[in-house]
């Protein structure tokens, strides 16, 4: 098992671009979650999604967009990219009956 | 006042050390508590999980919960320099939709 994948590793984006940070796992989990942590501030929760077709919004859900297709692939999009958007993002996903996350190993983005 | 708080640290001991990690908490329905390591430019990964209160022993690793007064703990016994990274504690309530809380990391060096 691969476990939980993300690309790119890193980008740069101009302000008021967009782009999409892919998510891929493969171990069959239903819960997925989208995460940003800046320095000294934590890991903060965008979205999350308890299966395919439903998401919900997290604690810093403002400028990014989620989706759940499949049970496998849980994209982030950001529209209109923003300075403040320059972080760390990072996406987990949970098996049924078990509280852990396992997280990818993230993707470095930079907004200039 | 957060719901979990953690020292950030930085944290440095001489190798061999017994380290001690603590985060508390003032959530009373929490009832699962994990720690996550993470190393420098890389995904957290976890490394320890307990369900209520007790100790869990893992290796050179021991977590702790103390529920009565809301604090949990990990114990790095001989302490190498491999286990220099940050370590996050986070912890959730039942019917949360698996949404962790997070400490914010204490950061840890044990040096040669």
């Known amino acids: 098992n691969a476990g939980v994948t993300q690309t790119p590793k890193f980008r740069i984006l101009k302000i008021g671009q967009s782009m999409t940070l892919q998510c891929t796992q493969d171990m069959n989990h239903n819960y997925m979650y989208w995460y940003r942590q800046d320095p000294g501030m934590g890991l903060k929760l965008i979205y999350y999604?308890?299966?395919?077709?439903?998401?919900d919004k997290g604690e810093v859900p403002n400028g990014y967009n989620v989706s759940r297709s499949t049970t496998e692939d849980f994209p982030l999009r950001l529209e209109l990219a923003a300075p403040s958007q320059t972080s760390v993002y990072f996406c987990?996903?949970?098996?049924?009956?078990?509280?852990?996350?396992?997280f990818g190993p993230g993707t470095r983005l930079l907004v200039l | 006042q957060k719901e979990v708080e953690q020292d950030p640290g930085p944290l440095s001991v001489p190798e061999g050390a017994i380290v001690s990690l603590n985060c508390t908490y003032s959530n009373s329905a929490f009832q699962y508590f994990m720690w996550y390591r993470q190393y420098s430019r890389k995904g957290p990964e976890l490394l320890m999980y307990?369900?209520s209160s007790g100790n869990k022993e893992d290796g050179r690793f021991t977590a702790q919960v103390d529920k009565s007064s809301k604090y949990i703990s990990l114990f790095i016994r001989d302490s190498q320099p491999s286990d220099s990274a940050t370590y996050l504690c986070a912890m959730e309530g039942a019917g949360n939709n698996r949404k962790l809380i997070w400490g914010l990391g204490t950061s840890l060096a044990v040096n040669p």
């Open positions: 987990a996903s949970s098996p049924p009956g078990v509280e852990t996350q396992y």
């Open positions: 999604s308890v299966g395919a077709g439903i998401t």
């Open positions: 307990t369900y």
